[in-house]
């Protein structure tokens, strides 16, 4: 798979070897990892940061230089009111890694070379980590006479409460009257 950094753009469709040998030259280890966090602040710096974003990428983001999906519009949702309290819980998992073997990186095993001398890309992808991020976003319309401080930290609360969870099995969330 190829990379333009200058358009921030993944160039599918294209390879510089042959999908025979891509396949044949490939290594896949397990990384697994899980992790959440609960996120309290529901600003854009702090959404971006939580996102994993870089500087150049967040000022595309911002310019609209890259068209946002999937999880990155997260960025974009914000509270509607101030009479409103937002937490958000990021979930993060890792399943895998894959990536070309370094006997194969070579020059002179491309199978294209022609696409070398192409001004189409900056770069060349040789790995991708497999997994999912998502962002459960918790809103609350605060009644007259309730701190947000306080029900910050009953949904914080209500939050720590999910328990973790694997794909094959089951969960369930005992909530007293009073949180849900």
Not at 11 to 19: E, R, V
Not at 29 to 57: C, M, W
Not at 117 to 132: E, K, R
Not at 158 to 180: C, H, R, S, V, W
Request: hydrophobic share 35%; net charge neutral; glycine share 6%.
């Amino acid at each position: 798979m190829l990379y333009d950094v200058r358009r921030d753009k993944i160039i599918t469709g294209t390879t510089l070897w042959k999908p025979q040998h891509l396949a044949n030259h490939t290594s896949t280890r397990k990384q697994p990892y899980t992790a959440y966090e609960i996120i309290a602040e529901d600003s854009f710096q702090n959404k971006v940061h939580a996102l994993g974003v870089e500087a150049s990428l967040k000022l595309s983001m911002l310019s609209g230089l890259i068209s946002i999906s999937g999880s990155a519009k997260y960025a974009e949702d914000s509270q509607r009111t101030n009479h409103e309290t937002r937490l958000t819980l990021k979930y993060s998992t890792t399943t895998h890694f894959e990536q070309l073997t370094m006997k194969y990186l070579g020059k002179g095993n491309l199978n294209h070379p022609d696409l070398h001398d192409i001004d189409l890309a900056t770069h060349v992808v040789t790995g991708v980590v497999y997994g999912a991020e998502a962002f459960f976003v918790f809103d609350r319309t605060l009644s007259k006479g309730e701190s947000r401080k306080e029900i910050d930290g009953t949904l914080k609360a209500m939050i720590n409460k999910i328990p973790a969870f694997k794909i094959e099995g089951e969960a369930k969330l005992n909530l007293t009257d009073q949180e849900k």
